[in-house]
């Protein structure tokens, strides 16, 4: 377990970037992809050993630890804070490989992994393992990653199929250049192709284990207040990402506010009138609203991490609804600090802009959608089942 020293240490450094993540922005968005210099701070700082255990080189940060790190990522570059979500929750989900396959994985105590759940390929039965082909979308990272888990299905003997996934090295994948979007850009979110590779049986799992850390063949099993309920920490770490990028939009508005007027009136300056203290208090507190909201799911998870158990069926149902909701505070506090902003924030070079885009973008995500997850929570607050398994 991380001490206080190493997660106060990973902060200070990751906080030391942030100038540096901010000035790459237009950058990053031009080209697509976040330049080298923002993977090698925050690999100086020790971002990427943050998921990985302790016996591999790794800091082994609990799941809020994690989610403070995402933050402070977020903070200073919308879509780095993203990629580092997924590098990081990605590197939680290898740990429930076989020690084999995690040897592999965290070989040097630093590890980005990518990942895929839509089950878009296929894996046929081979000797010692599997061939895997498929096309995966929206593979956020997976230039950057090293390693990219990706959802496939195999048909079993009696024809039943199998949801299962898939650990395999990026070398072994052919990337797109097919990332052309209005938001999330530096994401490098490629469509990845497999074409007949090989994956070895020690590195793949069945969705359905991995889902409750119910994977077999690896050490790490039980109460070591690592073994989350998939879903619900990774939702977490998402909701994280949402925290930080209205946090940084709240700093970026404030930071234009000195000086401003508001055209055609006879304010001279917008800090002083009522509406724009209203505005932006208002948003501070949707954001410390959602910060608050957090501790709520973080105690849940690392108490039955900590016990060895999962969470019930109730507890992850309102996590889905309380994760989404505070994705949401954070989305509408961007909304208000951009409304705030004036004309000019729609130009280029003008970084509110580009966390407004972004967080509408990560929004229209399938695990982020509000009213499909509060319906979730909502069900089993009247006693109804939860009406999904993907908990």
């Known amino acids: 377990m991380a001490t206080q020293e190493e997660l106060t240490s990973v902060l200070d450094a990751v906080r ?17 992809w976040i330049p080298d210099e923002n993977i090698e ?14 016996e591999h080189g790794g800091l082994d940060f609990d799941a809020a630890q994690q989610a403070e790190v995402i ?21 939680w989900c290898a740990t429930l490989y076989p020690d084999q396959a995690q040897k592999e994985v965290f070989e040097g105590g630093s590890s980005r992994v990518s990942i895929v759940f839509a089950p878009t390929g296929t894996l046929k039965p081979a000797e010692g393992g599997y061939r895997l082909d498929g096309t995966w979308r929206f593979n956020s990272g997976c230039r950057g990653a090293g390693w990219d888990l990706l959802a496939a299905v195999v048909e ?13 090295p990026t070398s072994e994948l052919e990337f797109a250049d097919d990332w052309h979007v209005s938001a999330g850009a530096a994401t490098g979110s490629s469509t990845t192709t497999a074409k007949d590779v090989f994956v070895p049986a020690h590195r793949v799992v069945p969705l359905e284990e991995a889902m409750v850390s119910a994977t077999g063949n690896r050490s790490n099993t039980g109460a070591t207040g690592r073994n989350y309920g998939l879903l619900g920490y990774i939702m977490s770490s998402v909701s994280a990402t949402f925290l930080g990028m209205a946090r940084g939009s709240l700093e970026l508005f404030l930071e234009r506010l000195p000086g401003r007027g508001i055209t055609y009136t006879q304010w001279t300056e917008q800090s002083q009138h009522p509406l724009t203290q209203q505005q932006v208090a208002l948003a501070s507190n949707k954001i ?11 105690r849940v998870l690392q108490n039955a991490a900590d016990a060895g158990v999962q969470p019930s069926d109730e507890e992850k149902a309102v996590i889905r609804g309380r994760t989404a909701y505070a994705a949401q505070l954070s989305k509408e506090a961007v909304e208000l600090l951009f409304a705030a902003s004036g004309g000019s924030v729609i130009r280029r070079d003008v970084d509110l802009q580009r966390f407004h885009r972004d967080i509408q973008g990560f929004s229209l995500h399938a695990l982020v ?11 089993v607050l009247l006693g109804l089942e939860p009406g999904t398994y993907f908990l």
């Open 16 to 32: 030391d970037a942030v100038p540096a993540l901010r000035r790459n922005g237009a950058a990053a968005e031009e080209q697509r």
């Open 41 to 54: 701070l925050l690999e100086k700082a020790g971002v990427f050993r943050t998921a990985v255990p302790r």
């Open 71 to 91: 933050a402070e990522v977020s903070r200073g570059c919308p879509s780095t804070g993203w990629l580092t979500m997924v590098w990081l929750t990605s590197a």
């Open 156 to 168: 079993q003997p009696d024809g039943t199929a199998e949801e299962l996934v898939a650990l395999v």
């Open 288 to 298: 410390d609203a959602a910060e608050a909201l957090s501790r709520s799911w973080h």
């Open 369 to 379: 959608q509000l009213n499909a997850n509060l319906e979730v929570q909502g069900r």
